[in-house]
């Protein structure tokens, strides 16, 4: 979960194998992979110490003072869970896992992520106890290994329980014998060259064991510990705001300005918004990203033109936000000077009612390499549109340097207003294709799931988009073939932001075969 990490790993070009960027992406999943292991494992450790409390109390031995954790036999097994420092931390451990993953479910998280994301930060309770979970010393080893091996014959001890006796040895150690073995008693040479039975010298000696656990917890730890300071430094300077921009749907648009901010296409951010949340934060992708650039200017000094460029950049870049939760909804009411009032872009003079914001990041996403496929297919539903409204942006501003030549783009909404969060940007791109004379670099299909009649995006401007509009749902399968059919022998990106039914099914198909040598590339991306 480092994200600044990954996105440098990504960004590098030390990693320049697709394969192993893909593999980056799956990293939420391995975290959740790790998660739900640890829970597993969970049980069945505390199920075996319960059994170990009952045993220590009820099969107490003086002969193993050292090894049993109980002090005396028929001790009450919960002193050892809530009276030591083993048995606390614990308990308390299960608590704090018990909160992390019940928060952690996917209805929790849609219905109250505040419970989500103030449990979730409880890892580093958990990870403190964890260290503290064995120095209590229960763990123990041997010290005397060479003297006393496992397994070996101890003579005194056995004649001392009235066990039987190995023959070899039946001669040596009558039955009344009481005296100690003889050290100085030759053995006899068959039974030394058993592997099987060897003579102890002396009694097992046990020593705590000195707690590793900190050996592996303290480098992940304080790499992610190092990674938060960073951030923290990075995003602890507010960003600002220069508009925002209610669309319909519940969809809002913020567009801000920072310094020395740098981000491509298909990357997120973290916003924070203190008078919203002190400590929540969620994450956005990207929707625009401008680069002011450098203004220089030139002069002539002693015969010579100079040249002067400001050190100073400043980005301005902007986010699409769904106004649902708790969280959005409040930070709509801050941003909108009346939040049931669709407002435009809101004049200077109003800014200073804007709250404070400071933005974490950029991070990389799957999105990124939808640039770098020669065929891409990005499949968008509702919302989840916002990760390709920057490529489309940086299509916007040219698309002969990147590797990219053939886009197909699949949005489906279930009402028609939804389109137009992003109709002015994708009839411009259309319309600066067709000047330049490739109309078939991209390839839009609008699909309105819900309709109770034939209906149109309103406005004659969108009148290429009309025409690229459908009723229904999209037959995956049939655009599979065609597209593969198009593209024989190629390999296509599959890049899907959206519900997800429709995300597997597209991973379905982009792993089956087909008989035009296509090969489809699966990636998702989801905040959930």
């Not at 294709?433 to 839009?444: F, G, M, V």
């Amino acid at each position: 979960m480092c994200r600044v990490l990954l996105a440098f790993l990504r960004g590098s070009q030390k990693v320049a194998s697709k394969k192993t960027r893909r593999l980056l992406d799956k990293s939420k999943t391995f975290h959740v992979t790790c998660g739900v292991t640890i829970c597993i494992f969970s049980v069945l450790h505390v199920a075996a110490h319960l059994v170990n409390a009952l045993n220590f109390s009820e099969n107490y031995n003086e002969e193993f003072v050292t090894l049993n954790a109980a002090n005396y036999r028929g001790e009450d097994p919960r002193k050892l869970l809530f009276a030591t420092v083993p048995g606390l931390t614990g308990v308390i451990m299960v608590l704090v896992l018990f909160l992390m993953c019940t928060a952690s479910t996917y209805a929790i998280r849609v219905s109250n992520y505040d419970i989500f994301w103030y449990t979730h930060n409880l890892f580093f309770v958990f990870y403190m106890l964890l260290m503290l979970h064995v120095s209590g010393g229960v763990l123990k080893y041997q010290t005397n290994l060479e003297e006393h091996p496992p397994g070996c014959f101890n003579p005194n001890k056995t004649l001392r329980q009235n066990l039987t006796v190995p023959k070899a040895f039946e001669e040596l150690f009558p039955d009344s014998t009481t005296e100690p073995f003889p050290e100085d008693l030759p053995v006899p040479e068959p039974f030394v060259q058993n592997s099987f039975m060897r003579v102890c010298s002396e009694e097992p000696k046990f020593q705590s064991h000195f707690p590793e656990t900190w050996f592996w917890i303290s480098g992940p730890l304080c790499l992610y510990c190092v990674e938060r300071l960073y951030r923290y430094i990075r995003s602890n300077k507010p960003v600002t705001i220069t508009s925002v921009i209610s669309h319909p749907s519940n969809v809002l648009e913020v567009r801000m300005v920072k310094d020395d901010f740098e981000a491509r296409p298909g990357q997120y951010v973290i916003l924070h918004c203190p008078r919203v949340s002190a400590l929540e934060s969620h994450p956005f992708t990207l929707t625009m990203v401008r680069n002011s650039g450098l203004q220089c200017s030139w002069f002539t000094l002693a015969g010579r033109t100079m040249e002067t460029c400001p050190t100073d950049t400043k980005a301005t870049f902007g986010v699409h936000l769904k106004v649902v939760g708790d969280w959005t909804e409040r930070f709509r009411d801050l941003l909108l000077l009346h939040s049931n009032q669709d407002t435009e872009i809101l004049p200077i003079f109003q800014q200073r009612r804007y709250p404070k914001l400071y933005v974490d990041g950029p991070f990389g996403s799957p999105f990124e390499e939808s640039l770098n496929y020669e065929v891409s297919l990005c499949v968008a539903g509702g919302i989840g549109v916002t990760p390709f409204a920057s490529v489309l942006n940086t299509l916007l501003d040219g698309w002969k340097c990147y590797k990219l030549r053939r886009l197909y783009f699949i949005w489906v909404c279930r009402d028609i207003e939804s389109f137009r969060w992003f109709a002015d940007l994708l009839c411009t791109l259309h319309n600066k294709l067709w000047q330049e004379n490739r109309p078939d670099y991209i390839n839009i299909q609008l699909y309105l799931s819900q309709t109770d009649g034939i209906q149109k995006i309103i406005g004659e401007k969108y009148q290429a988009l009309n025409s690229r509009l459908l009723i229904g749902r999209p037959r995956w399968k049939l655009l599979f073939d065609d597209i593969a059919k198009c593209n024989r022998r190629k390999t296509i990106g599959v890049f899907c932001c959206g519900p997800n039914k429709i995300s597997k099914i597209l991973h379905k198909l982009s792993n089956s075969s087909n008989s035009y040598g296509t090969r489809f590339e699966y990636n998702k991306e989801s905040f959930s």
